[in-house]
């Protein structure tokens, strides 16, 4: 199991209507997911909803932990990027920062990534991802490790005598 969230730079929290939303400017596991600490926006009246990027440059991925996959328990953030030379499953890619790539005069930081590697992409069924080696388009999606996902259940008390 996976959640997707779209182009909010915090957690979101609850969806009201189709532009009206609630999130958390910081990371909700440590506060409890503390209803009363959430942001209350309306998209339709924000400045950044004509932004010019790729769809998947404003999208997190994160897969929980509980789940038989090498992702679980990370998080990604999206990318747009262009393989410029590989290695196997070694590329040398030019990655963008999130919801520039499409900005005028912005520059992209070139690294060498393991596209077969959870621990540094989303790889696998259903991967967001779309550049790869070999046949895989060249330019495109890359999502990038961005943070690790941790849940904290204690056991009630009928568990734990």
Request: hydrophobic share 35%; charged share 20%.
């Amino acid at each position: 199991m996976r959640c997707v969230f779209q182009g909010t730079a915090g957690f979101l929290g609850r969806i009201d209507s189709e532009t009206r939303c609630a999130f958390w400017s910081g990371e909700p596991v440590d506060h409890g997911f503390d209803p009363s600490r959430l942001i209350e926006v309306d998209l339709a009246n924000c400045p950044s909803a004509g932004v010019t990027a790729h769809d998947y440059e404003c999208t997190t991925v994160a897969y929980w932990p509980e789940v038989p996959d090498p992702r679980a328990g990370k998080r990604y953030t999206g990318h747009h990027a262009d393989i410029v030379e590989e290695r196997c499953s070694l590329a040398k890619v030019e990655v963008y920062p999130p919801g520039r790539a499409l900005r005028p005069n912005t520059q992209p930081v070139t690294m060498w990534i393991d596209l077969g590697s959870a621990d540094q992409c989303d790889v696998g069924p259903g991967s967001l991802t779309t550049v790869g080696v070999g046949e895989a388009p060249k330019s495109g999606a890359l999502f990038l490790i961005s943070g690790w996902i941790t849940v904290d259940i204690q056991p009630s008390e009928e568990e734990n005598p």
